[in-house]
C-alpha cells in the first residue's frame, strides 16, 4: 500500500509517500521561515496562503522523486490536528479531495502522533511498551505509549510548550525566528557556570511542567545584565546556555522519574525540540544509566515533516481505518481519544 501524506498544520508544507514494503519512498518539505521571520512568528492567514501555493507543486515532485503516478497511490493521509485551523484546512480539503477524484480512502491523522511514531521510519525503530518525550512548539509531554493509538499521558506542560519557551526566551534576547535552534547555537558559546536557572517543579512529585517561569527568569537576568552597563554577546551566551541547560535538565528530571515509575526502559524523544543536541546528549547518558536505550528521529524528522504524516496513514490504512467523506480538522485534539490499532 503507498500513502501519499500532507503536513500543513503550522508554517511547514510536507509532503511524502510512504510504502507498508519498502517503506519511505520520498520526501519534500518546504518551510515557511523567511515569510514569517520579517514578523517575529508564524502569522496564520500566511501560513495558510503558503500553502495552498506549494502543496500541489510538491505533491506532484514526491510522486516524480518515488517514479509514481496519482494512479498508483492507495490512499491520502492528511493531517487533521493539532494546529493552525487554516493552515490545517489547506492540507484537509486538498487531501480528501485528491482522494476523492482518484476513488481511493483519505486519513484524518493526528499531528503528535506523526511526530510519536517518527522514530519508526528510521533503521533502528523501537519496539512497544516505551516512554515518548514529545516536545514541539505547541506542546510537551510524557507518554506511555503500549501500541498504536494507546497512549497514556504521565505529564504535560502546564503552560508554555518547551519549544514555545525556546522561542520565546530567543525572542526576548533579540534573537531572530525561529528562536529554538538560534538559541541552541548561541548557547554553545556560553560559558558553562556562568549563571544557575532553576529546575521548575523538580523538587515536588509528578511529571508535569511549566517552562514560563524559566522565560521570566532570563528575561529579568538579561535586564539586570544591562542595568549594570553588560549587554555583551557573550553575556547573552551564557543565559542562552543557562536556559538551555535549565531546560534540559528538566526535562530528563521526569524522564528519569517516568522509567523508573513505569519500570520502562526504552525512550523515544520526538518533536521539534528533539533535534537539540544537548537535550539529546543528556537522555543519552540517561538511558545508558538507567540500562535502556533512546531512539529519536533524524533531525529533519524532528520538526514538521509530512513522511510521519504519511507513515501512520499507512499504518491506520493497513489496521483497517475507514473515514466517512469528510473534510476533519480539529485545532486542539487530545492525543488520548485516538483509537487503538
Ligand atoms: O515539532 P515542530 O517542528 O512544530 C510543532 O509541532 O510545534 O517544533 C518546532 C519547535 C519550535 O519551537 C522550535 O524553536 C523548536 O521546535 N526547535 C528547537 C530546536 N530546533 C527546533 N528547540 C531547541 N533546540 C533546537 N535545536
Ligand atoms: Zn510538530
Same mark, same amino acid.
Given at each position: 500500500?503507498?500513502v501519499?501524506?500532507?503536513?500543513?498544520?503550522?508554517?511547514?508544507?510536507?509532503?511524502?509517500?510512504?510504502?507498508?514494503?519498502?517503506?519511505?519512498?520520498?520526501?519534500?518539505?518546504?518551510?515557511?521561515?523567511?515569510?514569517?521571520?520579517? /514578523?517575529? +512568528?508564524?502569522?496564520?492567514?500566511?501560513?495558510?496562503?503558503?500553502?495552498?501555493?506549494?502543496?500541489?507543486?510538491?505533491?506532484?515532485?514526491?510522486?516524480?522523486?518515488?517514479?509514481?503516478?496519482? =494512479?498508483?497511490?492507495?490512499?491520502?493521509?492528511?493531517?487533521?490536528?493539532?494546529?493552525?485551523?487554516?493552515?490545517?484546512?489547506?492540507?484537509?480539503? @486538498?487531501?480528501?479531495?485528491?482522494?476523492?477524484?482518484?476513488?481511493?480512502?483519505?486519513?484524518?491523522?493526528?499531528?503528535?502522533?506523526?511526530?510519536?511514531?517518527?522514530?519508526?521510519?528510521?533503521?533502528?525503530?523501537?519496539?512497544?511498551?516505551?516512554?515518548?518525550?514529545?516536545?514541539?512548539?505547541?506542546?510537551?509531554?510524557?507518554a506511555?505509549? =503500549?501500541?498504536?493509538?494507546? /497512549?497514556?499521558?504521565?505529564?504535560?506542560?502546564?503552560?508554555?510548550?518547551?519549544?514555545?519557551?525556546?522561542?520565546?526566551?530567543?525572542?526576548?534576547?533579540?534573537?531572530?525566528?525561529?528562536?529554538?535552534?538560534?538559541?541552541?547555537?548561541?548557547?554553545?558559546?556560553?560559558?558553562? $557556570?556562568?549563571?544557575?536557572?532553576?529546575r521548575?517543579?523538580?523538587?515536588?512529585?509528578?511529571?508535569?511542567?511549566?517552562?514560563?517561569?524559566?522565560? @521570566?527568569?532570563?528575561? @529579568?537576568?538579561?535586564?539586570?545584565?544591562?542595568?549594570a552597563?553588560?549587554?555583551?554577546?557573550? @553575556?547573552?551566551?551564557n543565559?542562552?546556555?543557562?536556559?538551555?541547560?535549565?531546560?534540559?535538565?528538566?526535562?530528563?528530571?521526569?524522564?528519569?522519574?517516568?522509567?523508573?515509575?513505569?519500570?520502562?526502559?526504552?525512550?523515544?524523544?520526538? +518533536?521539534?525540540? $528533539?533535534?537539540?543536541l544537548?537535550?539529546?546528549?543528556?537522555?543519552? =547518558?540517561?538511558?545508558?544509566?538507567?540500562?535502556?536505550e533512546?531512539?529519536y528521529?533524524?533531525?529533519?524528522?524532528?520538526?514538521?515533516?509530512?513522511?510521519?504524516?504519511?507513515?501512520?496513514?499507512?499504518?491506520?490504512?493497513?489496521?483497517?481505518?475507514?473515514?466517512?467523506?469528510?473534510?476533519?480538522?480539529?485545532?486542539?485534539?487530545?492525543?488520548?481519544?485516538?483509537?487503538?490499532?
Amino acid at each position: 500500500m503507498k500513502v501519499l501524506g500532507i503536513e500543513s498544520s503550522c508554517d511547514e508544507t510536507g509532503l511524502a509517500i510512504y510504502d507498508s514494503e519498502k517503506g519511505l519512498l520520498a520526501h519534500r518539505l518546504h518551510s515557511q521561515i523567511e515569510l514569517h521571520a520579517q /514578523y517575529g +512568528g508564524v502569522v496564520p492567514e500566511l501560513a495558510s496562503r503558503d500553502h495552498v501555493r506549494y502543496l500541489l507543486p510538491l505533491t506532484d515532485k514526491v510522486l516524480q522523486q518515488a517514479g509514481l503516478n496519482k =494512479q498508483d497511490i492507495d490512499a491520502v493521509a492528511y493531517t487533521a490536528g493539532p494546529g493552525l485551523m487554516g493552515a490545517l484546512m489547506v492540507g484537509a480539503s @486538498t487531501g480528501r479531495a485528491l482522494a476523492m477524484a482518484l476513488n481511493i480512502p483519505a486519513l484524518a491523522v493526528h499531528h503528535m502522533e506523526g511526530h510519536l511514531l517518527a522514530p519508526m521510519l528510521e533503521d533502528n525503530p523501537p519496539s512497544f511498551p516505551f516512554i515518548a518525550l514529545l516536545v514541539s512548539g505547541g506542546h510537551t509531554l510524557l507518554a506511555q505509549v =503500549q501500541g498504536i493509538g494507546r /497512549y497514556k499521558i504521565l505529564g504535560e506542560s502546564l503552560d508554555d510548550a518547551a519549544g514555545e519557551a525556546f522561542d520565546k526566551t530567543a525572542k526576548m534576547l533579540g534573537l531572530g525566528y525561529p528562536g529554538g535552534p538560534i538559541l541552541a547555537k548561541l548557547a554553545q558559546q556560553g560559558e558553562a $557556570g556562568a549563571y544557575h536557572f532553576p529546575r521548575p517543579m523538580t523538587d515536588r512529585p509528578g511529571l508535569d511542567f511549566s517552562f514560563s517561569g524559566l522565560k @521570566t527568569f532570563s528575561l @529579568t537576568t538579561w535586564q539586570k545584565a544591562q542595568a549594570a552597563g553588560d549587554d555583551s554577546e557573550q @553575556t547573552k551566551a551564557n543565559i542562552a546556555r543557562a536556559f538551555e541547560e535549565a531546560v534540559v535538565d528538566t526535562l530528563m528530571i521526569k524522564c528519569r522519574r517516568a522509567m523508573q515509575q513505569t519500570a520502562i526502559k526504552n525512550l523515544v524523544i520526538a +518533536g521539534g525540540v $528533539g533535534a537539540n543536541l544537548r537535550l539529546r546528549e543528556s537522555l543519552q =547518558q540517561l538511558v545508558e544509566k538507567e540500562g535502556g536505550e533512546l531512539f529519536y528521529p533524524r533531525v529533519e524528522f524532528c520538526t514538521d515533516n509530512g513522511a510521519m504524516i504519511a507513515h501512520v496513514g499507512c499504518l491506520r490504512l493497513m489496521a483497517g481505518q475507514r473515514e466517512a467523506l469528510l473534510i476533519q480538522t480539529r485545532a486542539r485534539w487530545p492525543i488520548e481519544e485516538l483509537s487503538a490499532l
